[in-house]
C-alpha cells in the first residue's frame, strides 16, 4: 500500500536551515507528483511547492528563495529545505502525493513533522 | 494569493445536513473545476473526501457532496454522524499554477 513517511520533529534556531525527508512507498515514485504544505499551530493548510515527476519544482511566491525541493530516485525519497528560519515558520510540515499528473488534489499524505523554531 | 474564506464553524445534530460554504475569486474558485474539500480530525493529517468540485474518491461515503456556482464552492455532509466531527478545509488550482486552502471550518455534531 502507498505510504509517506516522514522525519522526525526538529526544533531549530531563528537563521537556521532545516531539511524535511518524505520516503515513499508502494508506487512508482517517478511516476508521481509530491507537493509539501504546512500548518501552523492552529491554523490552516498553506501549500509550499511542487516536485514534478520529472524532478523540476515549482514554490509558491511567498517561499521563493528559501524553499528548496529536492528528490532521490535510489531511495523514493524527497527533500523539502527551508532556510532564514524564523519563529512564523513553526508548523507541521507535510508532504503529499497527486493521484496522477493533472490531477489538482491530493490523495495520499505523510504524517508530519513539526519543525519548532525557538532561540 | 489570499486563502479562500470559509465560516469557522458549522454544527448540527446527527442525521441532519450542514454545508460549508467556500469562497473566492475568478482567478481561482471561479475560474478551475478544480475544487477539492479535504477533512482533518485534530492530530492527524488531511484527507481528500472531494475533488474537481464534486467527485468522491473511492471509499467516502456518498453522504459528501460537493458544488460550485461562480466564485463559491460548497461542501454538504447528508445525514450528518459523529464520526463527521473534523475540521474541513477547501482548495482550489489557481491561475497562477499553484494552489490555495481555505481558512478551515470546524464541523460540530451536537
Known amino acids: 500500500q502507498v505510504q509517506l513517511v516522514q522525519s522526525g520533529a526538529e526544533v531549530k534556531k531563528p537563521g537556521a536551515s532545516v531539511k524535511v525527508s518524505c520516503k515513499a512507498s508502494?508506487?512508482?515514485?517517478?511516476?508521481?507528483?509530491m507537493h509539501w504544505l504546512r500548518q501552523a499551530p492552529g491554523q490552516g493548510l498553506e501549500w509550499m511547492g511542487i516536485i514534478f515527476s520529472s524532478g523540476s519544482t515549482s514554490y509558491a511566491q511567498k517561499f521563493q528563495g528559501r524553499v528548496t525541493m529536492t528528490r532521490d530516485t535510489s531511495t523514493s525519497t524527497v527533500y523539502m529545505e527551508l532556510s532564514s528560519l524564523s519563529s512564523d515558520d513553526t508548523a507541521v510540515y507535510y508532504c503529499?502525493?497527486?493521484?496522477?499528473?493533472?490531477?489538482?488534489?491530493?490523495?495520499?499524505w505523510g504524517q508530519g513533522t513539526l519543525v519548532t523554531v525557538s532561540s | 494569493q489570499s486563502a479562500l474564506t470559509q465560516p469557522p464553524s458549522v454544527s448540527g445534530s446527527p442525521g441532519q445536513s450542514v454545508t460549508i460554504s467556500c469562497t473566492g475569486t475568478?482567478?481561482?474558485?471561479?475560474?478551475?473545476?478544480?475544487v477539492s474539500w479535504y477533512q482533518q480530525p485534530p492530530g492527524t493529517a488531511p484527507k481528500v473526501m472531494i475533488f474537481?468540485?464534486?467527485n468522491r474518491p473511492s471509499g467516502v461515503p456518498d453522504r459528501f457532496s460537493g458544488s460550485k456556482s461562480g466564485n463559491a464552492a460548497s461542501l454538504t455532509i447528508s445525514g450528518l454522524q459523529a464520526e463527521d466531527e473534523a475540521y474541513y478545509y477547501c482548495?482550489?488550482?489557481?491561475?497562477?499554477?499553484?494552489?490555495?486552502f481555505g481558512t478551515g471550518t470546524k464541523v460540530t455534531v451536537l
Open positions: 503529499a502525493r497527486e493521484p496522477h499528473s493533472g490531477a489538482y488534489y491530493l490523495d495520499y
Open positions: 475568478s482567478s481561482d474558485v471561479g475560474g478551475y473545476n478544480r
Open positions: 474537481d468540485v464534486n
Open positions: 508502494g508506487y512508482t515514485f517517478t511516476s508521481y507528483y
Open positions: 482548495s482550489s488550482y489557481t491561475s497562477s499554477s499553484t494552489y490555495v
